[in-house]
């Protein structure tokens, strides 16, 4: 008897070492890398008609966010973002919170940022890296 109680504890740690190892072993898509935006899908009644181009660069919790609207010149943004559990949440280097907590897709080196609610879905593709021209027109 004391034999099947100890055969029982043994089955029960290895199921639970088993079932700890593969948690651990589970691979998280990663969103870290450049990427620029592809396209702006909103619900919102209007976004404007200026031209809009986005690159954001993130890397292991910092991002870099490089935008410039119309025909003006480049803005540079910075600060830091956790991704968990398919959401993407961050501040700014000043402390302002993003615009939003993300719901994220990946694959075929894309991006996909929903913002809470569904209002918008902003689609990035991955590139290799930010361009030269973009880097010489910050302001």
């Known amino acids: 008897m004391a034999m099947m109680k100890v055969l029982r504890?043994?089955?029960?740690?290895a199921v639970m070492i088993a079932c700890l190892s593969c948690?651990?072993?589970?691979?998280?898509?990663?969103?870290?890398?450049?990427?620029?935006?592809?396209?702006i899908e909103t619900r919102s009644v209007q976004i404007g008609d200026a031209e809009i181009s986005v690159y954001l660069k993130l890397?292991?919790?910092?991002?870099d966010i490089y935008q410039k609207v119309g025909a003006g010149r480049y803005r540079h943004?910075?600060?830091?973002?956790?991704?968990?559990?398919?959401?993407l949440s961050g501040k700014y280097s000043d402390g302002r919170p993003l615009g939003s907590v993300y719901d994220v897709e990946t694959g075929n080196g894309r991006l996909i940022l929903f913002t809470a609610g569904?209002?918008?879905k902003d689609i990035y593709v991955k590139?290799?890296?930010?361009?030269?021209?973009v880097l010489e027109d910050i302001i």
């Open 118 to 120: 569904g209002l918008e």
């Open 77 to 87: 943004f910075d600060g830091t973002y956790i991704y968990s559990e398919g959401k």
């Open 59 to 63: 890397d292991s919790g910092r991002f």
């Open 23 to 39: 948690g651990k072993n589970r691979k998280v898509a990663s969103v870290d890398g450049v990427w620029e935006l592809e396209s």
């Open 127 to 133: 590139v290799d890296s930010i361009p030269d021209n």
């Open 9 to 13: 504890i043994l089955a029960m740690a």
